[in-house]
């Protein structure tokens, strides 16, 4: 089974420090077995290294590995985009979600573990890369449980895929899409292209363009 780019970036990062300078990206080519001369690996280096500063970070890592998505893919992200922006004001808030999506039929919020503000706060949270600015880590592949839109109440979870070998839950037919918890403080926003860079990593999963857009409208309801 393959690893996910997260994976693969967090084995090739032997200091841990969020970057992948030229020695560990030449250890980590070496680990999975590509083989090229130096002069081969540090062009290569370069084309991930898209601000030049000499490090390769975990967006500049991902971005390079990701497939461009189709026009289409792109539309009906950004029309799952628009139904959560009720307010029209371009990024995606707690308050949009109250509007959209009811958080107490969460599990969590209904054993008394979280609040109705932590439920939407979760979920916002998703969108975020696995390696944040504060520098703590993602938490490992944990469902967030039941969303409901407000006027219909969800009961179940129904399929489940994978990602590059991690398993994530990237969409339900019953319920609103969401993968794995961040355990770290947030803005309490997502801005399109956050919403768009979380759907291009689902997308690369999706061979055909008309499976991943069923998804999506299932998914969100469109």
């Not at 680990?31 to 290294?49: I, P, T």
């Not at 898209?50 to 975990?58: C, E, L, S």
Request: proline letters at 4%; one cysteine or more; glycine letters at 6%.
């Amino acid at each position: 089974m393959s690893s996910g780019p997260d994976k693969v970036f967090r084995i090739m990062d032997d200091n841990n420090n969020r970057t992948l300078d030229f020695k560990e990206f030449m250890k980590g080519l070496n680990d999975y077995a590509v083989v090229m001369e130096k002069e081969e690996a540090e062009e290569l280096f370069r084309r991930f290294d898209k601000d030049g500063n000499g490090t390769i970070d975990f967006d500049e890592f991902l971005l390079t590995l990701r497939p461009p998505m189709s026009r289409a893919r792109k539309e009906v992200i950004m029309q799952a985009f628009r139904k959560l922006d009720k307010t029209g004001d371009g990024v995606i808030t707690i308050e949009d979600l109250r509007e959209v999506y009811n958080a107490k039929h969460h599990p969590k919020y209904q054993n008394g573990e979280w609040s109705e503000e932590q439920v939407f706060r979760k979920f916002l949270d998703n969108f975020d890369s696995p390696y944040d600015k504060d520098g703590l880590v993602a938490g490992g592949c944990s469902s967030l449980g039941i969303w409901s839109c407000t006027n219909t109440p969800l009961d179940s979870h129904s399929s489940w895929k994978t990602l590059g070998g991690d398993v994530k839950q990237i969409a339900c037919e019953t319920d609103f899409p969401h993968a794995f918890s961040i355990t770290k403080p947030h803005s309490n926003l997502v801005t399109p292209e956050e919403f768009m860079n979380y759907y291009a990593g689902v997308s690369a999963s999706i061979d055909t363009d008309v499976y991943f857009i069923v998804m999506m409208r299932t998914a969100w309801k469109l």
